[in-house]
């Protein structure tokens, strides 16, 4: 039997993190420590308050039946109240507000709603993989990428989109702040963004992870509270350090709501029961747009290490600035070095993973992006040994 792929999965691009893996299975058998700063998965725990709720919801037994793929009632109303308490926007929990099993489901799921073979979709580049491959590229649709470089501070030009790409354009993701560069974006920004997809008529996803990973006294916005039209994906992944409980929100434009629930009452049954209900008591917790507690003192923790990263890597000569939210530090690779992957490989030699700025699409290269995943102790020997690399 001669098995075939579809097309659109020999389009997917090969994933640049198995040779990363190949080198790393091989240093360990040589006994190598590691300091993992490679992949955005906290090391933090998911909040005790938020894990008893879980215990004790899963106890009951209508808590362990099939769940209602666009999220259950008490969840969708939890949602909105929290977008009201810290945002100060009003949704309507019936028609406005769906469930996604984590973030990533419902950024690729939405493009099945909208894309047709063809559709240009706009996606930032360095960004996260799934705009441009499980999204577009799994809808035969065509990704055009936004490169997002220093100069611009990270935000896509709109200027330089050619009017004929923006007249085909039938999506733009958006996300900030921002995954891999730790950018934000000003209102300004988004309100530019938002005029440019009413004048070409095509819809945003804005993809907010990290907007409660905000440092200091920044408060990062939604788009939704420029223009409601769009829709916003966000998640307990971060917030809550429930990266393996997979629940998330999508929220906004109740025709854009309808397609994603559409698609996904065909394919998932929803997020289990008690997990929902445990999120919702984490983001009950709110009383404004302030992070209450059980988030900000992660935050706290989030950037003490960051601040000794940024430090200890301009102290040995690696120059860059702290960002002001997400967990990443995005940084060029130093002069002299010829690519993101290959600098990468030496640096695994000593026992240090961070991820190749070319993982995350072409204009990617020349950078590479640590997460800030370790304790500060483990992040000192990471700088220690990342200085013998260097100097
Ligand atoms: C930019 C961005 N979007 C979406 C996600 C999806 O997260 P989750 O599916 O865990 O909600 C991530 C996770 O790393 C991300 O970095």
Redesign the pocket.
Known sequence: MKIEYAERVNRLPKYIFVAIEELKAKKKKEGIDFISLGI?DPDLTTPELIINELINQVKIPENQNYPASMGEEIFREGIVRWYKVRFGLDFNADREVTNVL????G?ANIARAFINPGDIVLCPNP??P?YANGATKLCDGKPYLMPLTRENKFLPNLELIETKILKKAKMMYL?YP??PTGAIAPIEYLKKAVDYAEDYNFIIIY?N??SEFTFGDYIAPTLLQINPDHIE?N?A??TFNM?GF?C?WAVGNQEIIEGLRKIKSQIDSGCPIFIQKAVIKGLNEYKSEKKPEIVDKNMKIYEKRRDVLVEGLNKIGWETDKPKATFYVWIQIPEGETNSMDFVKKLINVGVIITPGIGFGQYGEGFVRFALTQPIERIKEALERIDKVLN
């Open positions: 955005g984590g973030g990533k489901e950024v960004g996260y799934v996300n921002n995954n993809d992870p990290y994906i998640s992944s971060k990266t997979r998330g």
